[in-house]
Structures are given as C-alpha cells and as structure tokens.
C-alpha cells in the first residue's frame, strides 16, 4: 500500500502532507487569535469575569494576569501542537493518533458548547475550527496515512537492528498492509 522511492525510502502520501498543512493551518489560526487579543487587551481584559463579577472592575491587574498566564498556556499549546505536526510529518504513528484525538477532542468540545450553551457555530466563533478539525481527522485516519506510518516504523525498526529491508505490499488483505521483508 505505501510506495517507496528508488533509495528505498517510504513515500509520504498526499494525505498525510495535507494533514499537516491543516495542523499547521489550525496553528496559525490559533496565533491569529492571540495577535486579536492583543490588539484588543483593553476589551478582552474587561470580559474576564469570576466568582459572577467582572475582575477588571474591582482589580485591573489581575484581569490582566490572568488574561497573560491564557494567552501564554495557548501559545506553548500551539508550539506543541506545531512539533506534533512535525512528528506526524516524520510517521510517528502515535503521533498522528494523539493528533486525531486533538480534533476529535476539539470537535466534541464546540458540539458540548452548542448543545450545553446554546453557542452557535458561525464563522464568527467556531465553523472554520471544527472544520479544519474534521478535515485533519480524514486526512489522517485515512488507510494510507495509517500505512506511511506503520511503514516508517518498520523501516526504522530493520535500520535499528542492522538488517537491510524491502517494503513490501501485502495481497488484497487491508488489514495486513505493509511488511519489513529481509533480504
């Protein structure tokens, strides 16, 4: 199922390229909305409400702090999300599972916001996430994608214990998919 080049290397399918280019689209949909938020710090800081009052009303500066300390657990969220992206570049399959969980997790999130909260999905608020979330999800649970990676974990195990490897494709079954043959 996954092809090789002539040095042997495992080819990256389309689909996998493509799932990361939306991670890395969701990414930098995330650094949008922190460049807003702080181009607007004033409104977003007079927004935080806890305990059912507005804390800018009664301590500016802690608004501020905790508005800081989100914006900052976003950002490192997103630098993490960016290496997850070069990992499933890279065929890591686990990877690519904790990728899918992500926007699965994310997808769930603006279903419960919805249902629970009565939040509507618009382009103002959460339909180009779920999109794009929903469009990782079929890039990488696609059979190919599941293939590259058990192919370049294969790939990796032969070149670990010396031996040399030939990818193989396995008959009709889609089960199997791709095996390390020694030569």
């Known amino acids: 199922m996954t092809a090789t080049d002539a040095r042997g290397r495992v080819k990256r399918p389309a689909s996998v390229i493509g799932g990361v280019l939306l991670m890395g ?22 927004t935080i409400v806890i305990n059912g009052q507005k804390l800018a009303r009664t301590d500016p500066s802690a608004a501020g702090a905790v508005l800081g300390w989100a914006l900052a657990a976003y950002g490192l969220y997103l ?10 570049f890279a065929g890591r399959n686990w990877a690519r599972v904790v990728a899918m969980s992500f926007a699965s997790v994310s997808i769930l999130l ?20 779920v999109t794009i979330d929903i469009l990782i999800l079929l890039a990488l649970s696609s059979t190919r994608a599941r293939h ?8 990796r195990a032969s ?19 791709v095996q390390a043959v020694d030569r």
């Open 79 to 88: 630098l993490l999300y960016l290496g997850l992206a070069a990992l499933v």
């Open 25 to 46: 689209v969701r990414a930098l949909t995330g650094g949008f909305a922190i460049l807003t938020v702080i181009a607007s710090w004033d409104t977003f800081v007079a």
């Open 148 to 155: 590259y990676a058990r192919a370049v974990r294969s790939a």
């Open 110 to 129: 603006s279903f419960a916001d919805y249902s629970l909260n009565g939040a509507q999905i618009t382009l103002r608020t959460s339909l180009v996430s």
């Open 159 to 177: 070149r670990r214990n010396g031996s040399a490897v030939e990818l193989d494709r396995v008959g009709a079954d889609p089960g199997v998919g």
